[in-house]
């Protein structure tokens, strides 16, 4: 042809597409799809809780639904797909697989647990299963004050046995505590910090800054950056805001989140509206972790409520997680939101200039939620609780302490404290026969330190000398009857379960280290050297800080190293 253009001949036999490309839900995956969503809007953002509501009806996600539900919210399916199988608790099944079996037992194999007898649990129960339920192990429930856990479902049996768990399939799981309702907390003054805020409006945001500042109040999910910097960040935004409380805790040994959730869920509630209040949030989002069925139930009732007297004058979504400890990380929690996979993303920018939807956002903990409305009840309230910290710190927090301890539970404790006096003056000393050895200061990542050094004030940035930090406060304290080692490699086995696989250092690195933490001896050049490559290529804090178990009881306990 002319031009140089080569005809290609047309392959016989070949026919035009007539219809769309790839698999095409049936009529009676659609309808299934509809009757289980019900009246969820067809938005993209509410992925995962479409998802949610088709695996609570039928038990698992089958292929042909997810392709029905992807035509639904005029996804492609493979974006459907690649969120219902990123997140634990989903288990997408061909549609040809046989059915799941009606219950799932799940047993807590983090470290707590595990110290508590989890893995005797599992054997026990593999070789019986009660009810011929399905015996599988899963992470931090957020019962490590009550080790070992377990779940029916994502239903909570504490101090679990295979006694305590049959009795719970056959006369339903353990109640757990009742929190107070909205009536029972204005009963006590509840409120009365939001009413001033909404009566004062703009002209009081000046006010509560300083009250924040006055109160030394930090964010205490993990990271420590002060309140009032992290407002006036989000306040200096152009409209329309967001806030969103982060309350899918998943750090083994953390469950304050829940602890505040159940004896005072007023308390954050109020807490979160004040900050709304004050940044001018168009809405707020609540982004609760999947394995508190029961908290999830109380904040709906409680939401409800709180619209029904007035008291919140914008929208509050209460949102489901999925199993994945990735979303606590600030940027991955909005990805989940917004319905997508929990990846971190990279920063800058940060969520105060383009958070969830790209709009401003003020993401706040549980706990400092938990500690605003007290700080703004009085005048001299924040001074007060400036003044209850130990050691040159300032104020109150709560510790998360579980282990070899006669009474683990959440301390509500001066920041400064030392991991001795927790155990002393607030837990009650160890278990008899236990001789204290070891311990957690913030949690998995938080690193492990010798009793030697379990008189250094735990708060923010005290322990960075060694290595370590207090993160969201879990402490959990080991004795000389515990395995050292071992409870790292359960650490590191924790990490490598819950990378988000987005980035090579930590996808690898955490299935590297483990393995290599199986070795008789430990390669401690080659573990350095993998430490170091972890932290400096790991896009956010699970690869940066898988290793600091490793690395500090290399560092701190090198005699304990096989």
């Known amino acids: 042809?002319?031009?140089?253009?080569?005809?290609?001949?047309?392959?016989?036999?070949?026919?035009?597409?007539?219809?769309?490309?790839?698999?095409?839900?049936?009529?009676?995956?659609?309808?299934?799809?509809?009757?289980?969503?019900?009246?969820?809007?067809?938005r993209h953002d509410l992925l995962i809780e479409h998802l949610h509501a088709l695996q609570d009806v039928h038990g698992c996600l089958w292929a042909g639904h997810l392709v029905a539900l992807?035509?639904?919210?005029?996804?492609?399916?493979?974006?459907?797909?690649?969120?219902?199988?990123?997140?634990?608790?989903?288990?997408?099944?061909?549609?040809?697989?046989?059915?799941?079996?009606?219950?799932?037992?799940?047993?807590?194999?983090?470290?707590?647990?595990?110290?508590?007898?989890?893995?005797?649990?599992?054997?026990?129960?593999?070789?019986?299963?009660?009810?011929?339920?399905?015996?599988?192990?899963?992470?931090?429930?957020?019962?490590?004050?009550?080790?070992p856990a377990a779940a029916l479902?994502?239903?909570?049996?504490?101090?679990?046995?295979?006694?305590?768990?049959?009795?719970?399939?056959?006369?339903?799981?353990?109640?757990?505590?009742?929190?107070?309702?909205?009536?029972?907390?204005?009963?006590?003054?509840?409120?009365?910090?939001?009413r001033r805020a909404q009566a004062e409006g703009a002209a009081g945001h000046e006010r509560m800054l300083a009250v924040l500042e006055?109160?030394?109040?930090?964010?205490?999910?993990?990271?420590?950056?002060?309140?009032?910097?992290?407002?006036?960040?989000?306040?200096?935004?152009?409209?329309?805001?967001?806030?969103?409380?982060?309350?899918?805790?998943?750090?083994?040994?953390?469950?304050?989140?829940?602890?505040?959730?159940?004896?005072?869920?007023?308390?954050v509630l109020e807490g979160m509206l004040i900050a709304a209040e004050s940044i001018g949030a168009e809405a707020c989002w609540i982004y609760l972790r999947d394995e508190y069925p029961h908290l999830r139930r109380m904040l709906e009732r409680e939401i409800a409520a709180l619209v029904q007297a007035g008291l919140a004058r914008m929208p509050i979504h209460l949102r489901r997680g999925a199993g994945a400890y990735i979303c606590g990380e600030e940027t991955a929690l909005l990805?989940?939101?917004?319905?997508?996979?929990?990846?971190?993303?990279?920063?800058?920018?940060?969520?105060?200039?383009?958070?969830?939807?790209?709009?401003?956002?003020?993401?706040?903990?549980?706990?400092?939620?938990?500690?605003?409305?007290?700080?703004?009840?009085?005048?001299?309230?924040?001074?007060?609780?400036?003044?209850?910290?130990?050691?040159?710190?300032?104020?109150?927090?709560?510790?998360?302490?579980?282990?070899?301890?006669?009474?683990?539970?959440?301390?509500?404790?001066p920041a400064g404290v030392t991991a001795r006096e927790?155990?002393?003056?607030?837990?009650?000393?160890?278990?008899?026969?236990?001789?204290?050895?070891?311990?957690?200061?913030?949690?998995?990542?938080g690193g492990i330190l010798p009793e030697r050094l379990a008189d250094l004030p735990l708060d923010f940035g005290t322990l960075d000398a060694q290595g370590c930090f207090v993160g969201s406060g879990a402490v959990v304290i080991l004795s000389d009857q515990d395995d050292l080692p071992e409870a790292v490699r359960n650490l590191v086995r924790f990490f490598r379960e819950e990378s988000c696989g987005q980035c090579t250092p930590c996808r690898v690195g955490t299935a590297k280290a483990a393995a290599l933490l199986d070795a008789p001896r430990w390669d401690r050049a080659l573990l350095g050297e993998l430490a170091v490559a972890m932290a400096d290529g790991s896009i956010c804090g699970l690869g940066q800080a898988a290793m600091n178990p490793v690395r500090t009881l290399l560092r701190h306990m090198p005699e304990a190293v096989p």
């Open 422 to 445: 927790l155990i002393e003056e607030f837990s009650g000393g160890m278990l008899p026969g236990h001789r204290f050895a070891a311990y957690l200061p913030g949690g998995a990542s």
């Open 70 to 147: 992807a035509d639904l919210l005029r996804l492609a399916p493979v974006e459907v797909f690649e969120v219902a199988s990123f997140y634990h608790h989903f288990e997408v099944l061909d549609d040809t697989a046989p059915a799941p079996p009606p219950v799932t037992i799940r047993v807590c194999e983090s470290l707590p647990c595990a110290m508590a007898g989890a893995h005797h649990l599992l054997d026990a129960l593999r070789a019986a299963p009660p009810g011929g339920a399905r015996i599988v192990t899963a992470p931090c429930m957020g019962a490590c004050h009550r080790a």
């Open 214 to 267: 006055a109160g030394a109040l930090r964010g205490l999910g993990g990271a420590g950056f002060p309140a009032a910097r992290k407002w006036r960040l989000v306040m200096a935004q152009p409209a329309p805001r967001h806030l969103v409380v982060n309350a899918d805790e998943g750090e083994p040994g953390t469950f304050k989140d829940r602890y505040c959730l159940e004896t005072e869920p007023h308390r």
């Open 335 to 413: 990805e989940s939101l917004e319905g997508k996979r929990g990846y971190p993303r990279h920063k800058p920018p940060f969520p105060g200039e383009h958070g969830l939807f790209g709009r401003p956002t003020l993401i706040h903990n549980v706990e400092t939620l938990w500690l605003l409305p007290d700080l703004l009840a009085h005048p001299e309230a924040a001074a007060r609780h400036a003044a209850m910290g130990r050691r040159g710190r300032h104020g109150l927090r709560f510790f998360s302490v579980s282990g070899r301890v006669r009474d683990p539970g959440e301390k509500l404790a």
């Open 153 to 194: 479902g994502h239903e909570l049996v504490e101090h679990a046995t295979p006694a305590r768990i049959a009795a719970a399939l056959r006369d339903g799981p353990p109640a757990l505590p009742v929190p107070p309702d909205l009536a029972a907390y204005q009963a006590r003054g509840g409120y009365a910090a939001l």
């Open 1 to 42: 042809m002319a031009d140089g253009v080569v005809a290609v001949p047309q392959q016989e036999g070949r026919r035009p597409r007539t219809g769309p490309r790839g698999r095409v839900a049936g009529d009676a995956a659609r309808m299934a799809v509809q009757v289980a969503i019900g009246d969820l809007p067809p």
